[in-house]
């Protein structure tokens, strides 16, 4: 079972974050806590979630939608480049044939050519 | 941090604390490993805010100015990094981005990575369990070879799959020569709640003796005699439901076309080309006949060709 920590813990380990700007990112649902028996507890990965927020917040100066907005994004990147890596992957361990197969397919959807003149 | 902390935010000792902020914040925004994928960008911002640590507190700072700390025991026990989280499979954050919607892609994209919450989906739990595992089964392809009347007329067949047992196949009329036919549910049994494939069967239609085809059109050649393309006549013809009687016009010709209407295939015609075919022998009753017709009728076929012979 992974680790857990209460919202005072997180917010004594991250050193850009206090209990309203937590708070805030909480309401805006760009992290979510685990409801647990002793109330809302964050995980590893939220916490590495955390401190991206507090980056993006203190960087770019970053109002909560436009924060939402941006972790939306972040979040669909993230989740192609992992679909992205188990597909090469999958691909990588085919056989030459099939591997040829689909880089063939893939080149004609993807690649332009332009004819020399 | 091996350097001057100065050096990784671009800067020297003289800077402001405003001109501190500054420069780390402009190294953040280019190189923060969760906005940009480069290695050396990774390093950059490492450096970047292990000097800003040091040196955004004005009391460190000085005491670092002094040689009463080092930069090396600044350095912060460990940077989180949302990223080594990001693409783990089971992320609770994890975004669909696009291919649910596609009406060609989705049932493809969803065997392979599962469903996902969209835009607004935030929350995690939810319904699905990573424990219940659905996959579609696998889809088969097979080549199918038809003989030209059964893809014509339509019919059924018996293939026996590669993997064993039999499957009877019904064949829709007029079956082309690579077209192909789904058997929804006959491919590969699916995991938990995930159902068969199906079969895709490729379908090559053999060639017939006489019959030919053109779209919806069924084409042949039709032997005649001499007399029947002389004097016309009535004669049986082969169709693909059968055979038809066909009226051959006096004086009828090789290469000339007679339509059969209808009996092509789905409302299609058969195309009938006559062709004169002489008897095995000519014997001394038509070689006399016909030296006799050549004084007062001779007639030149050849006469429209524009090279002469």
């Known amino acids: 079972m992974a680790r857990h920590y209460s919202e005072t813990e997180v917010v004594a380990i991250l050193e850009d974050l206090d209990p309203a700007r937590l708070r805030s990112f909480v309401a805006a649902h760009v992290v979510t806590p685990v409801v647990t ?30 924060l939402a907005m941006v972790m939306s994004l972040i979040d669909q990147l993230n989740t192609a480049r992992g679909d992205m890596r188990a597909l090469i992957q999958a691909v990588a361990s085919e056989p030459d044939e099939v591997r040829g197969r689909i880089q063939t397919s893939v080149r004609r959807l993807r690649i332009v050519t332009v004819e020399q003149g | 941090m091996a350097g001057d902390p100065y050096a990784a935010l671009g800067l020297t000792k003289s800077a402001t604390d405003a001109e501190i902020k500054k420069a780390y914040r402009r190294i953040a925004k280019a190189d923060h490993p969760d906005l940009n994928p480069d290695p050396a960008a990774t390093a950059r911002f490492k450096a970047a805010s292990a000097a800003y640590d040091l040196l955004k507190d004005p009391e460190q700072r000085r005491r670092f100015d002094a040689g009463e700390i080092d930069a090396q025991g ?35 994209f969803s065997d392979l990575f599962g469903r996902r919450g969209g835009f607004g989906g935030f929350g995690r739990g939810g319904p699905e369990d990573p424990r219940d595992f659905h996959v579609r089964g696998q889809d088969y392809r097979f080549s199918l070879q038809v003989d030209f009347l059964t893809a014509a007329r339509g019919g059924k067949t018996r293939i026996t799959l590669p993997e064993g047992g039999d499957l009877e196949v019904t064949i829709p009329k007029g079956l082309r020569d690579g077209q192909t036919i789904r058997l929804k549910g006959k491919g590969g049994q699916g995991l938990g ?58 004086g009828a010709t090789t290469g000339q076309k007679l339509r059969l209407r209808g009996r092509g295939i789905n409302g299609g015609d058969q195309q009938v080309e006559l062709k004169i075919v002489m008897p095995a ?14 004084k007062d009728h001779r007639y030149d076929p050849r006469a429209g060709l524009k090279t002469g012979g």
């Open chain 1, 37 to 66: 028996p002793d109330g809302p507890a964050f995980t590893d990965a939220d916490l590495a979630r955390l401190q991206l927020l507090c980056d993006l917040s203190e960087i770019y100066d970053l109002p909560t939608d436009a």
């Open chain 2, 74 to 108: 600044q350095e912060r026990p460990q940077r989180r990094a949302w990223r080594d989280h990001a693409e783990a499979a089971g992320n609770p954050y994890a975004r669909s981005y696009g291919f649910d919607g596609d009406p060609d892609l989705s049932d493809v």
């Open chain 2, 193 to 250: 709640q995930g159902g068969p494939g199906d079969a895709y069967l490729t379908v090559a239609v053999a060639p017939h003796p006489d019959f030919r085809r053109e779209g919806d059109d069924i084409l042949l050649t039709l032997p005649i005699t001499l007399d029947e393309a002389v004097l016309g006549g009535k004669v049986a013809v082969p169709t693909i439901d059968g055979p038809v009687n066909l009226t051959i016009p006096k």
């Open chain 2, 281 to 294: 022998q000519v014997d001394e009753d038509l070689a006399r006949f016909m030296e006799g017709w050549r």
